[in-house]
């Protein structure tokens, strides 16, 4: 039986974060649709610069795992990104202490992998009490099917399985505005 969960608040430009979770180098061979995962996050993360909404993104052990993609890391004058040691991005104070500067509470999270780091940190910030939002085109795992039980744990949790098209319209709410005319390059496609 699936639990119903109250239709979530409506993304708002001063609400929300974007978590951009260990898109790094290492992993490119071996996950699902990589490079899915790292158009689409550089979009949204194109997307979250454009209208000066915060960004965290982490390396999960960079030391035995490499850094971030080359094409994330670029679109940084100084790229500095969390490390952490737990799966969950939620599990390190660093994190913690950022998310929580940024005073928002409403988290998107896209990146690798959909079912551990991904899953991990929604249900860590879902019992924190955050409303999450999955970016279902960009993130994945090694094994398609693992992607599929991540989202499905994630949806169980009442986390929105949304794409990144969606995210970036519900966050601009209309048309026609200056912040529309600034990101209507990124909104095309998806």
């Known amino acids: ?3 119903a969960h109250p239709v979530p608040d409506r993304l708002e430009p001063a609400r929300c974060v974007l978590v951009v979770v260990d898109i790094q180098d290492r ?3 071996l996950i699902h649709h990589m490079d899915e995962v790292v158009g689409n996050a550089t979009r949204l993360i ?3 610069k454009t209208l000066d909404l915060p960004i965290l993104v982490t390396e ?3 030391r035995g795992l490499g850094h971030t993609v080359p094409e994330i890391a670029a679109l940084w004058d100084e790229f500095l990104p969390l490390e952490k040691i737990h799966f969950s991005c939620a599990g390190d104070d660093g994190f913690n202490a950022a998310l929580e500067a940024t005073g928002r509470d409403q988290v998107i999270l896209c990146g690798i992998e959909t079912h551990v780091c991904i899953y991990q940190t929604a249900a860590d910030l879902r019992r924190a009490g955050k409303q999450v939002v999955v970016a279902a ?3 994945s795992s090694g094994a398609k099917q693992n992607r599929k039980l991540g989202l499905k744990a994630m949806a169980a949790l009442g986390v929105q399985e949304l794409g990144s098209q969606m995210v970036m319209f519900e966050i601009l709410h209309r048309a026609g505005t200056e912040r529309f005319k600034a990101v209507a390059e990124l909104l095309r496609g998806s």
């Open 1 to 3: 039986m699936t639990t």
């Open 27 to 29: 992993f490119r061979d």
């Open 46 to 48: 194109r997307f979250f």
């Open 60 to 62: 999960h052990y960079p």
């Open 137 to 139: 085109d960009a993130v």
